[in-house]
């Protein structure tokens, strides 16, 4: 099972961190990543992290503002953004895939960011 936290309101130009914790299974055999859900939107692809740490993807849309990483020992992903902006505004969904596997299998209940602007 996979707890995202961490959403909240905020204005452009601001910070949030969203951290997504893990239950059940080994942490550490899985990559993570985080999806978003914009209303009216198919939900996309923002950022992954492979399961040992190291390859992470981002889409263009957030390089250079979001930064993913994540804590093996804590079973949790962490999801840094800075400098958001309105389009930033999106439920945010953690999901995770067994390492050597195509498909995020697991998800979270998502956590809403909302950037004002």
């Known amino acids: 099972q996979l707890q995202a936290s961490g959403g909240g309101l905020v204005q452009a130009g601001g910070s949030l961190r969203l951290s997504c914790t893990a239950s059940g299974g080994t942490f550490s055999m899985y990559d993570m990543a985080w999806f978003r859900q914009a209303p009216g939107k198919e939900r996309e692809f923002v950022t992954s992290i492979r399961w040992s740490g190291g390859g992470t993807y981002y889409a263009d849309s957030v390089k250079g503002r979001f930064t993913i990483s994540r804590d093996n020992t804590k079973n949790t992903v962490y999801l840094q953004m800075s400098s958001l902006k309105p389009e930033d505004t999106a439920v945010y969904y953690c999901?995770?895939?067994?390492?050597?596997?195509?498909?995020?299998?697991?998800w979270g209940q998502g956590t809403q960011v909302t950037v004002s602007s």
């Open positions: 999901a995770s895939r067994l390492r050597g596997y195509s498909n995020y299998e697991n």
